[in-house]
């Protein structure tokens, strides 16, 4: 995965898209009982609940090469593939895409697709969800104290199954092997920048740039074994629910390269991600769980590598925060930074 740009190409939010979104946080939007309505930001969306929805509305924003939200074309060709990728982990949450329309006199509304064609302009596209509980999400759940070996056993099944039908992907050994290059160099680029101080960053690059230099002929195997797959992209304990079955949400959509993984790569970055909110047991049992069922025991070493070069990733995009122009919580991503350092050179095992 490719860290974001840190600042954001092409127009400013447009005021259609702002217009839609003050919509969608007024009470005209959502259904009588719908609760008080919350707004979550990131990057590249907004996510508006209420007591029973999620509904996602694109940025009008562009991030070369990975991204281009700026039409509406643009925005509904990515809700589309939202919307078809997450159902694969998550086919009861993914409801269905609504269009937000404009009337003649100027009012919006909102449109289930189902319910098109319809007399007004359809002016942007959100994708609808069912609003999951929020102290059912796995890092919560960690947090209190209370995931249970039963709630770990149900997720590998769901992963397992997941991995076991997706599509194999369309990678050639080489390109494969030449994205870790890429990786590292970037993690090299950002983490080794001495305005950081994070000395501890040098011995551990370079031993992940030995460790693939060993592990060549184990990648390629793994491509030419069609191990490559259409995963999540984005596999972390937030993205996570422990409902029955469990849902996993957010795919990466926006780039299909980005998705193309190994599955015990996947499994070892929420591995690490439990590990470090304080479940170290989890990522060993995913994985020895997923091994079973996949029938598929990858080298000791190359997991290791898996780890290493996912703790970079994660210390590199906090790090990235500090490359805006204007940083903010410098010692929050400074700390966050150096925590996946010292998971990168802790060995893998139970804790």
Known sequence: MTVLATSMTGPALDQGS???????????????GGGPVEVI????????????????????????????????????RDARAELRLNRRLAPEVYLGLV?????????????????????????????????????RMLDRVIATGHLQTA??????LTLARFYQHALPAAVEADAHIARFDTELALHRQVLTQPRFGLAEAAP????????????????????????????????????????????VID?????????????????TTLGLECERL???????????????????VPPAGLLQFYRLDRAL??????????LDDHPTRHEHWLGLARRWLALAAMPPGPG
Not at 251 to 267: K, S, T, Y
């Open 204 to 247: 551990l690059l370079d031993h992940a740039d030995a460790m693939l230099g060993l592990l060549g002929d184990v990648l390629r195997q793994r491509v030419h074994q069609g191990r490559i797959v259409d995963g999540h992209g984005d596999l972390r304990a937030e993205h996570v629910c422990l409902v029955e079955p469990p849902a």
């Open 18 to 32: 702002l217009a839609t979104l003050r919509f969608l946080l007024s009470p005209q939007a959502h259904a009588r």
């Open 151 to 156: 709630q770990v056993e149900a997720l590998a």
């Open 251 to 267: 795919c990466l959509a926006f780039n299909d390269a980005l998705r193309q993984v190994d599955p015990f790569e996947e499994l």
């Open 313 to 322: 990733l994660r210390a590199r995009l906090a790090v990235a925060h500090l």
């Open 278 to 296: 304080g479940a170290a047991w989890v990522g060993p049992l995913l994985i020895e769980r997923c091994s079973e069922r996949l029938d598929d």
């Open 99 to 135: 269009a937000v329309q404009r009337d003649a006199a100027g009012q919006l509304s909102l449109q289930p697709e189902t319910a098109l064609p319809a007399a007004g302009e359809t002016v942007d596209w959100l994708v609808q969800m069912q609003r999951l509980p929020a102290g």
């Open 41 to 76: 930001e990131t990057h590249m969306s907004w996510v508006v609940l209420d007591a029973h929805r999620a509904l996602k509305l694109k940025k009008p924003v562009c991030y070369p090469p990975l991204l281009d939200y700026r039409t509406v074309v643009d925005r509904e």
